[in-house]
């Protein structure tokens, strides 16, 4: 008896003790804020293939397309380049494109910042329409070399040449490699450069389409890139746009005979060696 006596107590203030314990608590937990919920990262946007024409769509880029639209509609042209920043900065260098090019009536159709499918899309979209010149020039291809494996820079390579020619099957394109970039010759992308260049290579075929490689003459012996070519590694200065201009006339020469105007004799200008 005095053992139950004993039990009884202990056991009422053990749930007394219970009990307090689950009413604060409960008391805690509404006083608590909501758990904070975690939502879910938007997926990113999957990288466009440089085969697969695509606007950039930010304002500068739609305004230099739209004016590029207007540009074809003054045409024709006899001499068309297309291409990126590279091309485009034919703009500030009228000392040297008039002379070497303005008497064959041409027209630079380069945007700043181009992708392999940028250019595919504007072809598409206007710049092109109605145009058949009898020489276009085209460079493309650095912008993409960041991103995109050497075989599908080279492919969107190709499905530009395809679409020059799908709608004016007449029209010569003196395709270009893609120049050299970085000081050094041993820096990756030198290497990677060279092999789409070896890819686009194989679509000279000898009468619509001559794939020409100069970039060489932007490097000294060992196969460094100084800045008295390129400024930042990448876009020429005015001494590499005459390498350009003087290393292209011969061909441009050969398709579209002698210039309306007279030209200055080629230059010499070479890179130190």
Do not use: C
């Amino acid at each position: 008896m005095k053992i139950k006596s004993l039990v009884a107590p202990i056991l009422a203030a053990s749930l007394g003790i219970s009990f307090s314990l689950y009413t604060l608590a409960e008391a805690q937990m509404q006083t608590l804020p909501p758990p904070a919920t975690t939502k879910a990262a938007p997926p990113k946007k999957a990288p466009v293939s440089p085969t697969v024409a695509s606007p950039r769509g930010d304002g500068g880029w739609t305004k230099h397309h739209e004016a590029n639209v207007e540009l074809a509609k003054k045409g024709p042209y006899n001499l068309y380049f297309l291409g990126d920043s590279i091309t485009d900065g034919w703009h500030s260098q009228k000392k040297i494109w008039e002379p070497a090019f303005g008497g064959w009536n041409p027209a630079n159709f380069g945007i700043s910042g181009d992708r392999t499918q940028h250019v595919l899309w504007r072809l598409q979209n206007g710049e092109f329409e109605n145009l058949k010149p009898q020489a276009l020039v085209l460079m493309i291809g650095t912008n993409n070399a960041g991103d995109d494996s050497v075989e599908n820079i080279a492919a969107g390579i190709t499905a530009i040449v395809t679409e020059v020619h799908k709608q004016s099957p007449d029209t010569k394109v003196l395709l270009l490699a893609i120049f050299p970039r970085s000081p050094k010759a041993t820096d990756p992308i030198r290497q990677k450069l060279k092999d789409i260049n070896a890819i686009i290579a194989q679509l000279d075929n000898g009468k619509t389409i001559k794939y020409l490689d100069f970039g060489d003459k932007f490097l000294t012996e060992d196969g460094t890139l100084t800045k008295e070519m390129m400024n930042d590694f990448l876009h020429l200065t005015p001494k590499g746009y005459q390498i350009w201009a003087d290393a292209i006339t011969p061909t441009l020469t050969e398709w579209l005979g002698a210039p309306a105007v007279p030209t200055p004799a080629a230059s010499t200008t070479t890179p130190d060696k």
